[in-house]
């Protein structure tokens, strides 16, 4: 029997949760990439997180953060290469409640250390 899938704890929706190029169509291609896919490209390349503090932060083995990372990244290379429509949806996520922790969308002690956002 495999082993449920643990929920990846993720600081906040997204604002946006889709994106399309200029002149195109909802029916074409289309891309599905997971709340928690997204939330790894936010920490890792938008707030400068090694892999491990991202880890750390989602609750998650380093591991699984690199496989979910490299979907991620993937799927955003397929769609600014290929001009297909993304969209940011589902996920097995655990969202943060803690909206008032003093720090915007950031939540908990490693959340809080980077300030570049």
């Known amino acids: 029997m495999a082993r449920p899938r643990k929920c990846r704890r993720v600081c906040g929706m997204p604002r946006n949760n889709s994106f399309a190029p200029m002149g195109s169509e909802i029916g074409e ?4 990439m997971a709340v928690d896919e997204y939330e790894t ?11 491990e503090e991202c880890a750390e932060q989602m609750g998650i083995a ?12 993937r799927k955003l290379a397929d769609a600014l290469v290929n001009g297909k429509t ?32």
């Not at 291609?29 to 599905?32: A, D, F, S």
């Open 62 to 73: 380093r591991t699984t953060v690199q496989g979910i990372y490299n979907d991620a990244r």
């Open 41 to 51: 490209i936010r920490l890792i390349d938008l707030a400068g997180y090694t892999q």
């Open 86 to 117: 993304l969209f940011i949806e589902g996920g097995d996520i655990d969202l943060c409640q803690r909206e008032n922790a003093g720090c915007g969308r950031k939540c908990g002690q490693i959340c809080c250390k980077k300030e570049e956002f």
């Open 29 to 32: 291609e289309r891309i599905i």
